[in-house]
């Protein structure tokens, strides 16, 4: 009599499913590896990336090491307080050691007549008992940061705006200028050395395009900043090695650096009376 109902599977039916199964799975592998031969794997460290050179490579600690190395090498500066020089001039000219009257549209000169606050700015010591330093149109040294007695003022050159003071002699001694940077073309970091009521600071600067230019007021060609770099006028230089760059002044292109070879000849013929260059 016929039952209702699927006939159960049977042992055989099973077997060759698995049978057929385990068939496909050789032939899948068998053809995978005639498309993926194997090959012998080496272990290869991956090459770095086209920018990983612009990566910084010296941390916040290593910068303010460089640089309190710099303040080191730049011992041989002080600083000068600047007040508002007297817009008249005295009876008979201007005497030695004293500012002319500056042009009523130079820079500071307003500054001056209003009566501003003293500036104070950084003084490279040229000489053992001399300093050279930066004076804008309309003020004049008047004394070391620290101290209220008055500044002797050796000479002043108001067409360069600068001036040497006598300085204190120091008692370990003056080993003269330090090594400079020659030929300066941009593209470097630098130290900038600023006078602040509390003394000399430093702070690091990048310099982008520069170019030499000639200035009749100079004996060597200024190294003048393109762009606006933020260096301010009257700042001292300083390669990040130590050696000195130069002096920032006012130029017609915008701010420029005037390199030591330069202000060492200024100081050696104005100290010995020569006047200044026409």
Not at 85 to 96: F, I, K
Not at 197 to 212: C, E, M, V
Not at 241 to 250: A, E, F, I, P, S
Request: cysteine-free; overall charge neutral; proline content about 11%.
């Amino acid at each position: 009599m016929p039952v209702n109902g699927p006939e159960p599977t049977s042992g055989r039916e099973t077997r060759l499913l698995v049978l057929v199964v385990l068939v496909s799975l050789a032939v899948l592998l068998l053809l995978a590896r005639f498309q993926f031969p194997a090959a012998n794997l080496t272990t290869v460290n991956p090459s770095p990336g086209p920018l990983a050179g612009m990566a910084a490579r010296a941390t916040f600690e290593e910068m303010s090491l460089t640089l309190a190395n710099l303040a080191r090498a730049g011992g041989a500066v002080e600083v000068i307080r600047l007040e508002p020089a007297p817009l008249e001039a005295p009876a008979g000219g201007a005497a030695r050691g004293t500012r002319p009257t500056p042009p009523a549209s130079a820079p500071g000169a307003v500054a001056a007549a209003a009566g501003s606050a003293p500036q104070f700015t950084p003084a490279l010591r040229v000489r053992p008992d001399l300093g050279l330093l930066h004076v804008p149109h309309g003020w004049r040294p008047a004394g070391l940061r620290d101290l209220s007695d008055p500044l002797e003022v050796v000479w002043t050159d108001a067409e360069r705006e600068i001036a040497a003071v006598r300085l204190p002699v120091v008692p370990s001694g003056f080993a003269g200028l330090p090594a400079t940077a020659a030929g300066v073309t941009g593209f470097l970091y630098v130290g900038v050395i600023q006078g602040t009521r509390s003394g000399p600071t430093i702070q690091p600067a990048f310099i982008g395009r520069a170019d030499t230019e000639t200035d009749a007021r100079w004996s060597v060609p200024l190294v003048v900043l393109s762009g606006a770099p933020a260096i301010p006028v009257g700042a001292l230089v300083y390669a990040i090695d130590g050696r000195l760059v130069g002096l920032v002044t006012r130029h017609d292109a915008g701010v420029a650096i005037i390199p030591a070879a330069a202000l060492d000849e200024a100081v050696t013929r104005l100290s010995a009376g020569g006047a200044p260059q026409e």
